[in-house]
Structures are given as C-alpha cells and as structure tokens.
C-alpha cells in the first residue's frame, strides 16, 4: 500500500504543477443563456437555496473528490471542510481504499465530518474494488468512516486503462453495484472522474439503485494527461505514450449533463472542467441539480482557509448575479429558463437524438 501513498502524493503534486488540462472544451461555451434586460425581480430576492438526496444546501454546489489518505491530503481535506461547513455547500473525498487497507490513514478521510459537522458529505469508493472483491462490508466502513450522506462509487476506466498496473476488471460490475445499491445505508451517487457518462449508461446505472450521478466530464483535468506525466517521470514509455494518446478522451460536461438528464430522473451532479459560476448555473439549466468543481478549489485550498472561502464566495455570488439576470429566484426556476445550445455542442446532441430547439423554447 506504500504505493498507492506514493501515487496519492504524485497525483496532488502533477495536478498543481504539471498542464493536465484537456485540451477540449467542456461544451459550455456553446451554451448561452438568454439575458433580460428588466428581469422582474431584485437581486436581494434570489435563493441559490436547494436540495440534493434530501439533503439542504445554501447554494448549489458541491466541493468534488479531491485527495485523502496522507498527512498532506490530510491538511487538505481540513481546509476543504471547513470552508465546505462554513458555506453549507456540499464535499466529497478522495478514493478511501486507502483507509481500508490502513487504518492508520483513515484521520485523513474523518477529520472532514469533524470540520463539516452539518453539511453534505459524500464517501467514495473505486468501482475497480468491486471487481477486486469489496462488497457492502468495505462500502460500508467508508461511509462509517466519515458518517457520509452519500456514497459516490466512482468509475475511472480511462485512468485506469492509462495507470501503471492499473486495475481494469469491469467485467459484471452492473449486478455488483445493484446488489451493494440494496445493502448500504445511504444513497449510491455513480461519478465518473473525467470522461463523462452517456445516456446509455446512466439508465442502467438507474436501474440497478444508483439514486445519483457525478457526470465528470471531459473539459477540465485529465486523469489521462495526470497518468502521462507520472508515467513519464517513472520511465514506462507505454504507458506515457497511452496517456498522451487518450488524453482528450470522453465526452464533453455540457453534453453529459443534457443526455443523462433527458433519459433518467437521477439527481446529477455536473463536474469536469467547471471554473465559474457562469458554468454552475449553465449547467443547472442544461437539467443538472448541483455544479462540482475540484482543481480551482485545491487550489485556493492549498493557499490556506481564506483564500478558499473568498474563492467561494466569488463564486457564489456570480451564480447569485447570473440567477438574477435571467430572471430565476430559485434554482428551481433556473432549470427552466430558456436555453441557447449552439456549434459542436449542438452538432454533437442533434446526431445523439436530443433536439436542442426544446431548450430554447422554454417559458
């Protein structure tokens, strides 16, 4: 396991350091929302007040599995909660098979519910331990471990595909999540980790218990491009060419909330490349409930609790001022308003069968 430490650490320092950036866009500068110039309403009258799983948040947003499992990611994780306490918005930890191999490691994932007392938590495991032989017992003890609201079973098949000694058994992984789905005690949130979810996948992931979904779409870090610089600095030239090859690989935020949200009733997430609260509230439009967001917030979490709180809040707010300038008092109203889906995006969702034309017909 003084492996996956290792590979834990590398994986925080190439994110901050290294470009892991896709090179393609998220979708959402195709998506255009329509401005009205008297909107009807005051500023002061907006809510950004929502629900996710039945749990209340004060804004629509989550903080998006970031790290655990070290002293540094430990720290971290600190700041994260804190921060996440502090504005009632939702959090997610990084993968915890870590803290079920190493019970030492498991203050690194718990000290987030002592830091965030009230707010959403979401626990996570690899969907790779199902086919490794975990169940609902390990499951269980994450989600234990930080008296989670949730459970997000995340799906990395690129990263893993990408990884040195990657695990790539996905094999019957459908009848082992419905059967964990009916054993855990809170909600299953399928999340993807940068590649995105297709409308295919999203109704059988429905099907077999999942209540949820973190789209992680392609647009922001890619874990390929994370795999191709460590890969590179441990000299296994395959698995560097493999990452750099499929470093743009999966589909696009913005089309992976629109094809998941027209073909489930799942509460979505919209994660993957997420940088402002323009995007947030695009993507709360396009039919998602909450907006993720992961690297700006290491970011600002690394520079210390006040530079994460203000960063916050500067989001906040743009949702807030965005929200108003379309005329939608609450988040409920914001997923109804009409809806611009212009260029690639469009081109991409008109030859998948979704007709754009509905979203801007809206009232």
Request: hydrophobic content about 45%.
């Amino acid at each position: 396991m003084r492996g996956i430490v290792k590979r834990k650490l590398r994986h925080i320092r190439v994110s901050l350091e290294k470009e892991v950036e896709a090179d393609i866009s998220t979708g959402f500068k195709d998506v255009h929302l329509i401005h009205r110039a008297l909107p009807e309403i005051d500023l002061d009258e907006v809510s950004l007040e929502t629900s996710f799983l039945g749990n209340k948040l004060t804004a629509p947003l989550v903080i998006s599995a970031i790290t655990g499992g070290t002293e540094e990611a430990k720290d971290i994780n600190a700041v994260l909660a804190e921060v996440a306490e502090e504005k009632q918005i939702g959090i997610s930890v990084g993968s915890q098979r870590i803290a079920v191999a190493q019970p030492e490691t498991v203050p690194s994932f718990s000290i987030v519910r002592v830091k965030a007392p009230t707010t959403f938590v979401m626990a996570n495991v690899g969907t790779p331990q199902l086919s490794l032989g975990w169940g609902a017992t390990e499951a269980q003890m994450c989600i234990d471990m930080i008296e989670a609201d949730a459970l997000a079973l995340h799906m990395n098949p690129l990263q893993e595909a990408v990884q040195v000694d990657g695990d790539t058994k996905y094999r019957g992984v459908y009848a082992k999540i419905k059967e964990l789905s009916n054993d855990i005690s809170v909600p299953l949130i399928m999340k993807e980790t940068g590649a995105g979810i297709a409308w295919e996948d999203a109704v059988k992931m429905q099907e077999v218990g999942a209540s949820g979904l973190e789209i992680s779409g392609v647009g922001g870090t890619s874990w390929s491009a994370v795999e191709y610089h460590i890969a590179k600095e441990v000299g296994k030239k395959d698995m560097e060419y493999l990452g750099q090859a499929l470093w743009n690989w999966g589909i696009p935020t913005a089309v992976s909330v629109v094809e998941t949200s027209n073909k489930t009733t799942l509460e979505i997430i919209a994660s993957g490349g997420l940088r402002t609260g323009v995007e947030v509230a695009k993507s709360l439009a396009l039919g998602a409930n909450l907006g993720g967001m992961a690297k700006p917030f290491l970011e600002k979490a690394v520079e210390g609790r006040e530079a994460l709180s203000e960063h916050v809040d500067h989001i906040i707010r743009e949702i807030k001022v965005v929200m108003f300038l379309v005329g939608a008092k609450n988040v409920e109203e914001l997923r109804m308003v009409p809806v611009v889906i212009l260029g690639r995006t469009a081109e991409w969702l008109n030859r998948r069968g979704f007709d754009v034309d509905e979203y801007v017909t809206r009232t």
